[in-house]
């Protein structure tokens, strides 16, 4: 099969254009159905990385460190999100435990790991085994990462408990805190993004964010 780089597909009207270049913050939309083409990217293929690194390490302190200490009567009580999952397990709750271990855990650690392995090679313009599987399992993995619902969960638990015992949140909470923000950053990375990385030709420069003549405006469509 031939590849055409040059070329956009409308993902709404499957019509084929040419690649028109973009302005900074510009935008092409298919002529026809209006379906979004294209975007300038900006400076979002340089900060992905230092982002997904970012996150490992908010990621490995979330798990390392308790994530509240709660003292009642003269006793203190410590857990980390992984003493809650095996507490949960004791408890008979294994399907809770289980869902807690994959969506707060399994699968935002595996996003993290899949995204730190495309992009290093790419940064060095290598295209990494296995590219096109790991892109679309990283597709696959996003809506089930729910550290934020997790989050939420800990802050309204927090809320009810002040009431009864002292409740001093650990690190981890400020690590799950910091870690949903950078999480939101990286994974609104737009995945086809990674088709223009890996498929740039070798030595090209990545495109900067400038403001330029035009920065605003919001192209119509790519040239026919």
């Not at 956009?8 to 499957?14: E, I, K, Q, S, Y």
């Not at 293929?45 to 302190?61: G, N």
């Not at 993004?193 to 740039?200: D, E, V």
Request: net charge neutral; aromatic share 6%.
């Amino acid at each position: 099969m031939k590849e055409v780089p040059e070329t956009v597909v409308c993902p709404g009207c499957d019509a084929v254009y040419s690649r028109a270049p973009l302005k900074p913050r510009d935008v092409a939309h298919c002529p026809r159905c209006g379906t979004e083409l294209d975007r300038h990217p900006g400076q979002q293929e340089r900060r992905i990385l230092p982002l997904t690194v970012a996150c490992l390490i908010m990621f490995a302190i979330a798990n390392l460190f308790p994530i509240v200490e709660i003292e009642l009567q003269g006793l203190r009580s410590q857990t980390t999100l992984a003493g809650a999952v095996v507490a949960l397990t004791a408890e008979g709750m294994s399907l809770v435990a289980l869902l807690v271990l994959a969506t707060t855990i399994l699968f935002p650690f595996l996003q993290l790991c899949i995204l730190a392995y495309l992009l290093i090679p790419l940064s060095r313009e290598h295209r990494p085994v296995g590219f096109a599987l790991l892109v679309r399992a990283m597709q696959s993995l996003r809506p089930w990462g729910m550290i934020e619902v997790f989050l939420l969960g800990v802050l309204v638990a927090i809320v009810k408990l002040s009431s009864m015992a002292s409740v001093v949140p650990g690190p981890a909470l400020w690590a799950f805190m910091a870690l949903t923000v950078m999480l939101t950053a990286v994974l609104s990375f737009d995945p086809g993004a990674f088709w223009g990385m890996a498929f740039r030709p070798k030595g090209e420069a990545l495109p900067d964010e400038g403001t330029g003549e035009g920065a605003n405006d919001e192209k119509g469509g790519a040239s026919a």
